[in-house]
């Protein structure tokens, strides 16, 4: 099994930035792939960014290039999401994900995704 632990969520004012973590334990962890998502209230699940983990390739939601930032550190086995000039409508549950190397969905969808955690609560107040 594999467990997977966010921090660094919290109030934010707009303009502002956060860093969330994203700790991975469990012996059989290895993954492909480690994905953010987001999700607002009344909203679906929303792709943010995925970044491989042996390569460190990353891709992000469109909307979000430019102010969102993954990166991981293998060795602490985490990944990290910096957010940059924070908006009201990033406000949501962001919680992370780890894609085994079977590719029978994008990175985009969540179903590629084998585990998840349980979310940081991020507030970006106007």
């Known amino acids: 099994q594999v467990q997977l632990v966010e921090s660094g969520g919290g109030l934010v004012q707009a303009g502002g930035s956060l860093r969330l973590s994203c700790a991975a334990s469990?012996?059989?962890?290895?993954?492909?792939?480690m994905g953010w998502f987001r999700q607002a209230p009344g909203k679906e699940r929303e792709f943010v960014a995925v970044i491989t983990w042996s390569g460190g390739s990353t891709s992000y939601a469109d909307s979000l290039k430019g102010r969102f930032t993954i990166s991981r550190d293998s060795a602490k086995n985490t990944v990290y999401l910096q957010m940059n000039t924070l908006k009201p409508e990033d406000t949501a549950v962001y919680s992370c994900?780890?894609?085994?190397?079977?590719?029978?969905?994008?990175?985009?969808?969540?179903?590629?995704?084998?585990?998840w955690g349980q979310g940081t609560q991020v507030t970006v107040s106007s």
């Open positions: 994900a780890s894609a085994s190397a079977r590719a029978f969905f994008a990175f985009y969808n969540p179903k590629r995704y084998d585990y």
């Open positions: 469990g012996r059989t962890f290895s993954p492909y792939a």
